[in-house]
Every structure is written in C-alpha cells, then in structure tokens.
C-alpha cells in the first residue's frame, strides 16, 4: 500500500523586467491560466523586482501550454509536493522524507533494538519463578 509519496510539479515564475508589455503578458497567460487573478498579474509583471511568483504546482498541461506561448523572461522552478493517497486513514504512520531515510532508519532500528532488549531484561526481572520453571 502507499501511504505517502512526492511528486515533481512545476511552478511558475517571471522576471518582470525581461517580460516585455505586462498587459500583453497578462493576457496570454491567462488564456493558459483562467484562475490567475488580472490585476494581481499585472502588479507582478509591473514590478521593478527581478522575481516574482506567478503560478506554484502547475499541472504537465498547463506548463505545456505556458511553454507553448514562448514570453521571454518566464521560468519554471521544479518544487515537491507530499502526497498522501490515503489521506488521513494513514496520518499516524511516520513518513520519512528520503533525504533521511538511511540515517533515520539505521536509527530508528538501532533504538528498537535497545527497546527490545530492555524490556526482555525487564520481563525477565518480573517473571515469577513458577513461569520460568512450571512444576508439574
């Protein structure tokens, strides 16, 4: 089963001053991109800062479609997104991210260990002698 996995999307982004004519700009995209809201967009390619976010976890299509407009001064930056197929049925299992599995594992295994072998100590302390040798 799967209970968590991380996707690859892109997110859109501009250099206002590598843009060209905002307002032009602005329609194009939102011909790609309906749920942009115009004025919004228009600030941010109206800006005089060198980056600005235009879009976050575009669909394969949509990027497509941006592409396909060819403006100068759009970029994409690949960003990850959590998935979790189950959603909430599985929120008490701890997901590693993979960066740390290995660590983390090697860990999180060597801690079980100790847990384990702590309270085989313990159970043995508290075991009453008729447990460990039954008479018959």
């Known amino acids: 089963m799967?209970?968590?996995?991380?996707?690859?999307?892109?997110?859109l982004y501009a250099n206002p001053k590598q843009v060209g004519?905002?307002?032009d700009v602005a329609?194009?995209?939102m011909a790609v991109l309906p749920d942009l809201n115009r004025d919004e967009l228009l600030s941010k390619?109206?800006?005089?800062?060198?980056?600005?976010?235009?879009?976050?976890?575009?669909?394969?299509?949509?990027q497509f479609e941006v592409n396909k407009l060819?403006?100068?001064?759009?970029?994409?930056?690949?960003?990850?997104?959590?998935l979790y197929p189950k959603g909430s049925v599985t929120a008490h299992v701890v997901v590693l991210p993979a960066s740390t599995t290995r660590v983390s594992l090697a860990s999180s295994a060597a801690s079980t260990t100790r847990l384990v072998e702590q309270r085989r100590a313990g159970a043995a302390l508290h075991r009453r002698p008729s447990a460990i040798h039954p008479q018959g």
């Open 2 to 11: 799967l209970l968590a996995t991380t996707l690859e999307m892109p997110s």
């Open 21 to 23: 004519d905002a307002k």
């Open 70 to 82: 060819g403006i100068p001064g759009l970029q994409f930056e690949t960003e990850h997104r959590r």
């Open 45 to 62: 390619l109206s800006s005089d800062r060198s980056f600005v976010w235009i879009k976050r976890q575009l669909t394969p299509e949509q």
């Open 27 to 29: 329609r194009k995209l």
